[in-house]
Structure formats: C-alpha cells, structure tokens
C-alpha cells in the first residue's frame, strides 16, 4: 500500500511544500472542489478524503491544493509494479496504489513473507522516494487489514496462530463489505467488535445481511480463500464528474 500516493506523487514536483498542509483537488479553484487525497500533515488537521474543498479549508485555512496528474500516477504505479514482480509474478493489482503479492513461492527464495516486503519498503523508498506499508498474513482479507494497521509506513504481520485474537479487536468497520449503513445495523444488533461477529451463528448472518453473511461469517473466523489473481477479467468500468 504506497501511503497518501496521489498526494505523495503530486509533492514530488512540489518538494517545497513538503512541511505544509497538502490536498489533491479535482478542482482546486472551484468552492465545491473535493479532496482526492491529502498528505500527514493535512490529515492531522481533520482534513478527509472525498469532502468539500470549502469544508477542508475550514479546518486548515493553511491548506495548499493542488490538481492531480493522472499520467503521473499511472507512472508511478507502474513503477512500483515492476518492483513487487522482481518478488513474484502472481500480483493482483487493486487501485493504482495497492496490490496484492502471493510470495509463497518467490523469485528470490527467500523464506520469510516479512522479509520481503522489507526489501519492497526499501526498494519503494530508494527508487521512488515514496512510503508504502506492508501487511503480511496468510490470505488477503488479513493482509489488508495489517497494511492498513500502522500506516503511515508501517509493517505488520498477523500469523495465523494470532489471526483469531487480532480479529476478535477489530472495529467492524474495519471488516471488508461493512460501509456506513452496514456498521450502523451491526451496531444496533450489539456487534461493535471482531469478538461480537464472532459470536454469530451463520444462520443469523445470513438471515439478517443475506450472501454478504457468509463473508463476514467466514472473516470473523479468519476464513478467506481467495486467491490473488493476477489476471482477471474486467467486469465493470466508470467515470464520474462532480459539478459543483
């Protein structure tokens, strides 16, 4: 996970404005502008992801904006791209600054998951001068969670004999498929944590979130047998403009 990338990418060009509070905008003159992305900085000051330009500046009068350059990005994901496949071939792309890596069998033989994405955090650093996070389990849903559980630059590993531990402290927003609605009826049926979810017979999952169920169910147990694809097929594909 390369941490605030398109607001990381963006200061690159502006290495100036690296100690000031940074926001991507799609439109950085306009009152209803939205924030596509923000750096440390900027996030320290309550600054969020998808709100109004007007609403972040209130929160940071000091907020410099910047437009985004999205050829700059798929450059720099492309980059970062080539690093992971000196690792491994089987790498299952998420948005431009995710990924995930199956390193069971890696090109370097190295034994240790840990290791490697030592190496890649290195590698990332020194040949694109950007931060990135690493989440190191035994399948992807875990994974996830670990690269987000000590950003910025973090490295976490959850193992599987302290997978069910790890999920039993979970918030539930923090579970795949539990957006704002989701969070608020799990809320009002006294599920907060991983150890509510836990609690959950399937039947009931099912019975009140329908198919979804059995995610959460199969998550709450540390269960995901998805593997990483490297190749799938593309299913959907959108474009949207915010008017102001």
């Known amino acids: 996970d390369l941490n605030n990338f398109f607001a990381s990418v963006s200061l690159l060009s502006n290495p100036t404005l690296y100690d000031v509070p940074v926001a991507v905008c799609g439109s950085v003159e306009a ?11 900027a996030k320290k000051f309550g600054v969020k992801t998808a709100e109004a330009v007007w609403e972040a500046k209130r929160k940071c009068p000091e907020l410099v904006t910047l437009p985004p350059d999205y050829k700059k990005y798929h450059e720099y994901s492309k980059k970062a791209r080539e690093i992971y496949a000196r690792y491994t071939d089987l790498i299952e792309p998420l948005p431009l600054d995710e990924a995930f890596l199956d390193v069971t069998h890696n090109k370097k033989g190295i034994e240790l998951a840990v290791d490697i994405a030592k190496e890649i955090k290195k590698r990332i650093r020194e040949e694109l001068n950007l931060v990135a996070s690493a ?10 969670v670990a690269s987000d559980y000590r950003k910025p630059d973090g490295l976490c590993t ?84 915010t008017l102001d």
């Open 135 to 144: 989440g190191i389990s035994y399948n992807k849903f875990l994974a996830k």
């Open 31 to 41: 009152r209803h502008g939205i924030v596509l992305a923000k750096n440390e900085i």
């Open 158 to 241: 959850i193992h599987p004999n302290q997978a069910l531990e790890f999920i039993s402290k979970l918030p539930i927003e923090a579970f795949w498929g539990v957006g704002k609605v989701t969070a608020q009826k799990m809320h009002s049926l006294g599920i907060h944590k991983g150890k509510d979810l836990q609690q959950c017979t399937l039947e009931m999952l099912t019975r009140l979130f329908g198919k979804a169920g059995y995610i959460y169910h199969d998550f709450a147990q540390g269960i995901d047998l998805r593997p990483v694809e490297a190749e799938r097929i593309r299913k959907s594909v959108g474009c949207e403009h």
